[in-house]
């Protein structure tokens, strides 16, 4: 009777590794050898050097499923080939950060990059597509304006936004909702451009607008003339009455 228990802990264990060789067989399947880069938050200043590729999507979508399974062939078909192009896919779980810094409205999304240049290509549905993408329809499209590059100081800005009110919502003496970390998150930056505003006004002032010393140097030439000329009539009139 107490091998019963043991024997079912035995088999629920060789069920258990079972199901777990399969969906791992499912994943290598797909991905046989890897071939995609693996991209987030922490890694994505990789891409600002050299030719890369990026496939931007949630695995919860339709679209996306499909879009996976046409990436991760293009993946192993461009390392077959040696390209000098990496082609990757980033890590979309819980980070908006990567949302805002790439500038996602849709997924999925394919974005090139090449010497820290952006384009956003369209997505494309089979592996000749994407082939094409690679090859020479990227140089058919315009690079992303300098506001919504990833590297760029706005988006830069945004980012440490969006991290800041993370930090203030994770930390162990806030006790609220992440809106009212939001909120606290903006009414300290406006409190800093407040101070860092009267401080350059002060600069301002004391630089140019300093009071001005009455002039009291030399006389000029007119009227040193005048002061003259009339000291000549005062001299003369005194001779002409004494006369």
Request: contains cysteine; charged residues 20%.
């Amino acid at each position: 009777m107490e091998i019963w228990p043991n024997t079912l802990c035995l088999a629920a264990l060789l069920v258990a590794c079972g199901v777990a060789g399969e969906l791992q067989h499912c994943v290598w399947s797909e991905n046989p050898r890897n071939e995609k880069f693996i991209l987030d938050e922490s890694s994505w200043e990789l891409t600002l050097e050299g030719e890369w590729m990026i496939g931007f999507c949630v695995p919860l979508i339709m679209a996306c499923i499909k879009f996976e399974r046409v990436w991760s062939k293009f993946a192993h078909e461009k390392q077959l080939e040696q390209s000098d192009m990496t082609v990757a896919s980033m890590k979309l779980e819980y980070s908006e950060t990567v949302i805002r810094r790439f500038s996602l409205h849709e997924l999925p999304t394919i974005l090139h990059v090449k010497n820290g240049v952006f384009r956003k290509l369209p997505t494309g549905q089979s592996i000749q597509e994407l082939h094409e993408l690679a090859s020479f329809k990227w140089q058919e499209i315009d690079p992303m304006p300098f506001w919504q590059h990833p590297n760029g100081l706005l988006i830069r800005a945004h980012v440490r936004y969006i991290q800041a009110i993370d930090q203030v919502y994770r930390a162990s003496w806030f006790n609220a909702d992440y809106e009212h970390a939001t909120w606290l998150v903006r009414i300290g930056l406006i409190l800093i451009m407040g101070i860092i505003l009267t401080i350059f006004c002060n600069i301002y002032n004391c630089l140019y607008d300093r009071p001005k010393p009455p002039k009291c140097g030399k006389k000029s030439k007119k009227q040193v003339e005048g002061h003259s000329v009339r000291k000549q009539k005062g001299s003369s009139s005194q001779k002409i009455a004494l006369g």
